[in-house]
């Protein structure tokens, strides 16, 4: 069963979909069978709203599908209304990026373009509350909560079953300087550090590097039931896109794969890393 209570969320609006378009109905007539509008029907399938067990219930004894796939939806149901550890941080985490949290803790892969900032799950502490304080519009407390947030994220990368995760980073990324130069060697230091571990690889594409496809950052996560397909995320100043579809994900695993061919290897990348580091130090 899925981890987070976001990746249960989305495992069952997958399966609640599969089931109506397994019996050839619009979510109008489903509604309508059940004495309720289609919208109902749609957001249940979408994700977009919670859902209750008794109404998970309801749809599953219209399909006639197996008691035990009932008693198995409903029980995602129950699990999605479970608050995740970063939700307790209140405004200091967006709800769209909520969202992306909990699919993160749930993936199995996770494939990330970085063109102007280091990634989030290499940051440190000093890196990281620069970057929030930049917004402008996040209260100190906030600020601070932000920043524990994503510290605690890395511990996935550290877990037993660690994400494969493979990052590619924009030079620019490392010779942007952030805070300052000293804060710049530390946090060059723990790029190299976490590019170390067995679960990380890390690509550098240098300035020399030509054209290359891609327009700006994205992620992708792959999850580990082939019933949960991969999906793209990307994200802007105040919301985020999440893209699903077969030629989405197609498009976007031809661009990295582009993007890890342009790059340099993981081991040429450590030694462009530690001679940044060195600048710094100088």
């Known amino acids: 069963m899925p981890g987070s209570p976001t990746a249960r969320r989305r495992r069952l609006s997958i399966e609640l979909k599969k089931l109506r ?15 309720w509008s289609g919208s109902k029907v749609n957001r249940m399938e979408t994700g977009s709203g919670r859902v209750q067990p008794s109404d998970v219930d309801a749809l599953c004894r219209f399909y006639e599908t197996s008691d035990e796939l009932r008693e198995f ?20 985490v967006p709800e769209w990026f909520n969202i992306y949290i909990g699919l993160e803790q749930d993936a199995s892969t ?20 620069e970057l929030h304080k930049a917004g402008g519009h996040m209260a100190a407390k906030d600020i601070d909560r932000a920043v524990r947030v994503r510290m605690e994220r890395q511990a996935m990368l550290t877990r ?6 493979w990052f590619i980073v924009h030079e620019s990324a490392l010779r942007n300087v952030i805070g ?28 020399d590097s030509g054209t290359y496809p891609a327009t700006g ?14 999906l793209v995320y990307r ?9 699903e579809g077969e030629h989405h994900v197609r498009e976007y695993t031809r661009a990295f794969d582009g993007l890890r061919a342009a790059a340099l290897s993981p081991q040429r990348s450590a030694q462009l890393v530690t001679s940044v580091l060195k600048d710094y130090a100088g």
């Open 180 to 207: 300052d130069r000293a804060l710049m060697r530390e946090q060059l230091e723990a790029v190299l550090v976490t590019a170390d571990m067995p679960s990380v690889t890390l690509q550098v594409l240098p300035f």
């Open 110 to 129: 996770l494939r990330q373009y970085q063109c102007e900032v280091l990634p989030g799950l290499m940051q440190t502490e000093a890196y990281a509350s």
């Open 160 to 165: 037993a079953d660690a994400p494969d995760a």
């Open 73 to 92: 939806l409903k029980s995602l149901a129950r699990q999605a209304k479970v608050r995740g550890w970063w939700q307790q941080h209140g405004a200091a």
């Open 21 to 35: 378009e397994r019996s050839s109905l619009t979510c109008a007539q489903v509604g309508e069978a059940l004495d």
């Open 217 to 230: 950052s994205f992620t992708m996560l792959g999850f580990p039931a082939q019933e949960d397909p991969d």
């Open 235 to 243: 994200d802007g100043i105040t919301d985020a896109v999440y893209l």
